[in-house]
């Protein structure tokens, strides 16, 4: 199955999930294809890795999404130093945290690391129908 990504800024992160809430409880399975492009979506990997309070303001996003939804699971790609904010959420089921600031000052270095390949496993342990990239 392919994954559907959504490039988001912050403010349209909450109006994604806007869309996959009124999906869901409109119980219309073409109502969920328009607005995620996908029929059945259980699995959701959301990257918002830095900006501690765009972390804590989607969490509220994550509870409208699992009201709605309640077999929806969520996972949460989040700068290393915020990895407790999601994981506060129950719906979370794991939070990978990445070192972007870290990272960036050595690539070669980071490239050359275990870091590199256990954020690779992390992310492709599971696979997830809805990606939402909320870092812009």
Known sequence: MQSVFFSVNAHW????FARFVAAARAGSAR???AATGCCAMKRVLIVKT???GDVIHTLPAVSDACAA???????????EAFAEIPAW??????????AI?????????FF???EWTVFRHAIA??????IIDARA
């Open 13 to 16: 992160a909450f109006e994604v």
């Open 31 to 33: 109502e969920i294809t």
């Open 50 to 52: 830095s900006s501690m």
């Open 69 to 79: 939804m309640p077999d929806i699971e969520f996972d949460w790609v989040v700068e």
């Open 89 to 98: 959420h129950p719906q979370v089921d794991t939070v990978i945290p990445v």
């Open 101 to 109: 600031r870290r990272w960036r000052k050595n690539l070669f270095h």
């Open 112 to 114: 050359a690391s275990d």
């Open 125 to 130: 342990a599971k696979q997830y129908d809805v």
